[in-house]
Antibody, heavy 120, light 107 residues
């Protein structure tokens, strides 16, 4: 089955760190760029970060630049998001998303998300 | 980066046509994409490259582009179409941008 499964979310205090994971299955993971998109409770979608198929290129939203790091392990079919210096405004459901193809900037497969809550 | 502007809400009666707009200065140079999100669910792609429909998406969903505005049209709206809809694009540097979302209410 083609799917993405996120994990690693939870309750964390402001200023602490958390690492999210996304396990991919059912497709050739290293053929595709991958992204993280988040959604704060009751709010809209916000792009967080993206990484090319070979990790040669990464991008970040201004809101997380310098605090979050995206990475991938193609041998493990896994995508990661290291989140440092977390803030209350980082509280959101974090989705892992697959691009539709090489050079494409839209997402044809999403996970169900993992919830991150930043609170003291 | 730039912003994509959508109306916060659109309401239609069943069987009518719903039109949801998305505007930005950069759209003429970049494709736009549309996602449907129902409560408690992940987004689902309903339109790509302004007007293409993925397999499995009903024909009542269509997209169009004119100048700096793209439009998602749902013809013959059904109760099951009630959802939030988001437009999305990407700028020349590869930064992905989402619109603020439009809540479609089927009266």
């Amino acid at each position: 089955e083609v799917q993405l499964v996120e994990s690693g979310g939870g309750l964390v205090q402001p200023g602490r760190s958390l690492r999210l994971s996304c396990a991919a299955s059912g497709f050739t993971f290293d053929d595709y760029a991958m992204h993280w998109v988040r959604q704060a409770p009751g709010k809209g979608l916000e792009w967080v970060s993206g990484i090319s198929w070979n990790s040669g290129s990464t991008g970040y939203a201004d809101s997380v630049k310098g605090r979050f790091t995206i990475s991938r392990d193609n041998a493990k079919n896994s995508l990661y998001l290291q989140m440092n210096s977390l803030r209350a405004e980082d509280t959101a459901l974090y989705y892992c998303a697959k691009v539709a193809g090489d050079g494409y900037w839209y997402f044809d497969l999403w996970g169900r998300g993992t919830l991150v809550t930043v609170s003291s | 980066s730039y912003e994509l502007t959508q109306p916060p809400s659109v309401s239609v009666s069943p069987g009518q046509t719903a039109r949801i707009t998305c505007s930005a200065d950069a759209l003429p140079k970049q494709y736009a994409y549309w996602y449907q999100q129902k409560p408690g669910q992940a987004p689902v792609l309903v339109i790509y490259k302004d007007s293409e429909r993925p397999s499995g998406i009903p024909e009542r969903f269509s997209g169009s582009s004119s100048g700096t505005t793209v439009t998602l049209t749902i013809s013959g709206v059904q109760a099951e179409d009630e959802a939030d809809y988001y437009c999305q694009s990407a700028d020349s540097s590869g930064t992905v941008v989402f619109g603020g979302g439009t809540k479609l209410t089927v009266l």
